[in-house]
């Protein structure tokens, strides 16, 4: 089980936006792909799928601090900072690897859902057992 789990991302031409940084829409897309990545690893996508429910993310909120640029290479942490009923809390923190800089954090609430009616139902222990909670940045 990984506390926090490491999603490393080469920033690509298409990405960037006529500001010359990274448009903001693409954080959100590595946001929802280092999410998927942590939960396969973790096991939780197999459980979700067996449990007969899905994740479908519900807010996003996201603080851009600096802009990245074609040719960056970042690494997008990610972490489960709690668990409700019929929801968790996964944070992120993206950071340029050569130089350290925090670019942007943000976070996500993901609604755990019957896969046929769609309507929110509680986590099992078995999903929530894949993760260990993480409640503060833990490199901050």
């Given at each position: 089980?990984?506390?926090?789990?490491r999603?490393e991302?080469?920033?690509?031409?298409?990405?960037?936006?006529?500001?010359?940084?990274?448009?903001?829409?693409?954080?959100?897309?590595?946001?929802?792909?280092?999410?998927?990545?942590?939960?396969?690893?973790?096991?939780?996508?197999?459980?979700?799928?067996d449990?007969?429910?899905?994740?479908?993310?519900?807010t996003?909120?996201?603080?851009?601090?600096?802009?990245?640029?074609?040719?960056?290479?970042?690494?997008?942490?990610?972490?489960?900072?709690?668990?409700?009923?019929?929801?968790?809390?996964?944070?992120?923190?993206?950071?340029?690897?050569?130089?350290?800089?925090?670019?942007?954090?943000?976070?996500?609430?993901?609604?755990?859902?019957?896969?046929?009616?769609?309507?929110?139902?509680?986590?099992?222990?078995?999903?929530?057992?894949?993760?260990?909670?993480?409640?503060?940045?833990?490199?901050?």
């Amino acid at each position: 089980m990984q506390r926090v789990y490491r999603h490393e991302i080469k920033v690509s031409r298409e990405v960037v936006d006529d500001n010359d940084h990274v448009n903001n829409v693409a954080y959100v897309q590595w946001m929802q792909d280092a999410a998927v990545h942590h939960s396969d690893e973790a096991g939780c996508a197999r459980e979700t799928r067996d449990a007969g429910a899905a994740w479908v993310a519900r807010t996003h909120f996201i603080e851009y601090l600096r802009p990245a640029f074609a040719g960056d290479t970042i690494v997008v942490m990610t972490w489960i900072s709690n668990f409700r009923r019929a929801m968790c809390l996964r944070k992120y923190k993206f950071v340029r690897v050569e130089d350290g800089t925090v670019l942007s954090r943000g976070e996500t609430d993901w609604v755990f859902v019957d896969a046929d009616t769609g309507r929110p139902r509680n986590i099992p222990e078995t999903v929530r057992d894949k993760f260990e909670v993480v409640q503060e940045d833990p490199e901050s």
